[in-house]
C-alpha cells in the first residue's frame, strides 16, 4: 500500500499514521526525518542539503527528491509505505510520479483527513501544555479539571506561541495556497479518497482502514 497522507495542520494525520503503521506494518515517510538523517549519516545529498541549510535557506525540491528516492528504493518500503508532509505542491507531486513511474511503483492512495476550518481553528488554538510535564489539553474538546491547572502535575498551563490566532491562520493560509490544491491534482488521476476527520481517532480509523482494505480487494 503507497500512500500519501493529507490533511490541514490539526486533522489529525500524525495519530492516524501512528496507527496505520502499527496494522500495515509499513514505515511512515517524513521528508524532515529523511533531511535529519542524510544530513547527520553525511550522504552527498546530505551533505548539497546541509549546505542550503547552514544558509538559512530551502532545500530545493531536486535535492527532496533525490532523498525521497532513495528513501524509497530501501527494503522496509517494499511493502508500501506513507508519505506524510510530501509533496507539499502539485510541482513536487508531478515529479514524485514520475520517480515512481521509474521505480514501477506508483502510489495507490491519496487520502484526505477532512476537517473543517472551524474546527480546526479550535483544536489547535484550543490546546494548552504543561509547563512542568508536558501534557496536552484542550481547553474545547478535554480541558483540565481546574481552569489552567494541569490535572497530573498541578503545573500552569500556558498556550504556546504557534498555537495562537494568528499563527495558526497563516499555517492554514499557507495549506490552501499550496497544498490543498494536491486534493484536486490527486482526484483527477482517480487516486484520491477522503475521510472525515471528526469523532472518536478509532472510529476515523476504522473509515480510513475500510477504504485502504478496498483498494487492496
Same mark, same amino acid.
Given at each position: 500500500?503507497?500512500?500519501?497522507?493529507?490533511?490541514?495542520?490539526? +486533522?489529525?494525520?500524525?495519530?492516524?499514521? $501512528? !496507527?496505520?503503521?502499527?496494522?500495515?506494518?509499513?514505515?511512515?515517510?517524513?521528508?524532515? *526525518?529523511?533531511?535529519?538523517?542524510?544530513?547527520?549519516?553525511?550522504?552527498?545529498?546530505?551533505?548539497?542539503?546541509?549546505?542550503?541549510?547552514?544558509?538559512?535557506?530551502?532545500?530545493?525540491?531536486?535535492?527532496?527528491?533525490?532523498?525521497? !528516492?532513495?528513501?524509497?528504493?530501501?527494503?522496509?518500503?517494499? $511493502?508500501?509505505?506513507?508519505? #506524510?508532509?510530501?509533496?507539499?505542491?502539485?510541482?513536487? +507531486? /508531478?515529479?514524485?510520479?514520475?520517480?515512481?513511474?521509474?521505480? =514501477? +511503483?506508483?502510489?495507490?492512495? +491519496?487520502?484526505?483527513?477532512?476537517? #473543517?476550518?472551524? *474546527?480546526?481553528? $479550535?483544536?489547535?488554538?484550543?490546546?494548552?501544555?504543561?509547563?512542568?510535564? %508536558? %501534557?496536552?489539553? =484542550?481547553?474545547?474538546? &478535554?480541558?483540565?479539571?481546574? /481552569?489552567?491547572?494541569?490535572?497530573?502535575?498541578?503545573?500552569?498551563?500556558?498556550?504556546?506561541?504557534? #498555537?495562537?490566532?494568528?499563527?495558526?491562520?497563516?499555517?492554514? *493560509?499557507?495549506?490552501?495556497? &499550496?497544498?490543498?490544491?494536491?486534493? *484536486?491534482?490527486?482526484?483527477? !488521476?482517480?487516486?484520491?479518497?477522503?475521510?472525515?476527520?471528526?469523532? &472518536?481517532?478509532?472510529?476515523?480509523?476504522?473509515?480510513?482502514? &475500510?477504504?485502504?482494505?478496498?483498494?487492496?480487494?
Amino acid at each position: 500500500m503507497r500512500l500519501v497522507l493529507l490533511g490541514a495542520p490539526g +486533522a489529525g494525520k500524525g495519530t492516524q499514521a $501512528k !496507527k496505520l503503521i502499527e496494522k500495515y506494518g509499513i514505515p511512515q515517510i517524513s521528508t524532515g *526525518d529523511i533531511l535529519r538523517k542524510a544530513v547527520a549519516d553525511g550522504t552527498p545529498l546530505g551533505k548539497e542539503a546541509k549546505s542550503y541549510m547552514d544558509k538559512g535557506e530551502l532545500v530545493p525540491d531536486s535535492v527532496v527528491i533525490g532523498l525521497v !528516492k532513495e528513501r524509497l528504493a530501501q527494503d522496509d518500503c517494499k $511493502k508500501g509505505y506513507i508519505l #506524510d508532509g510530501f509533496p507539499r505542491n502539485t510541482a513536487q +507531486a /508531478e515529479t514524485l510520479d514520475q520517480v515512481l513511474a521509474e521505480m =514501477n +511503483a506508483p502510489l495507490d492512495v +491519496a487520502l484526505v483527513v477532512d476537517v #473543517d476550518k472551524d *474546527d480546526l481553528m $479550535k483544536r489547535l488554538t484550543g490546546r494548552r501544555t504543561c509547563r512542568g510535564c %508536558q %501534557q496536552m489539553y =484542550n481547553i474545547h474538546f &478535554s480541558p483540565p479539571k481546574k /481552569e489552567g491547572v494541569c490535572d497530573k502535575c498541578g503545573g500552569e498551563l500556558y498556550q504556546r506561541d504557534d #498555537d495562537k490566532e494568528e499563527t495558526i491562520k497563516n499555517r492554514l *493560509d499557507v495549506y490552501e495556497r &499550496s497544498t490543498a490544491p494536491l486534493i *484536486d491534482y490527486y482526484g483527477k !488521476k482517480n487516486i484520491l479518497k477522503t475521510v472525515k476527520g471528526v469523532g &472518536s481517532i478509532d472510529d476515523i480509523f476504522n473509515n480510513i482502514c &475500510s477504504i485502504l482494505d478496498s483498494q487492496q480487494s
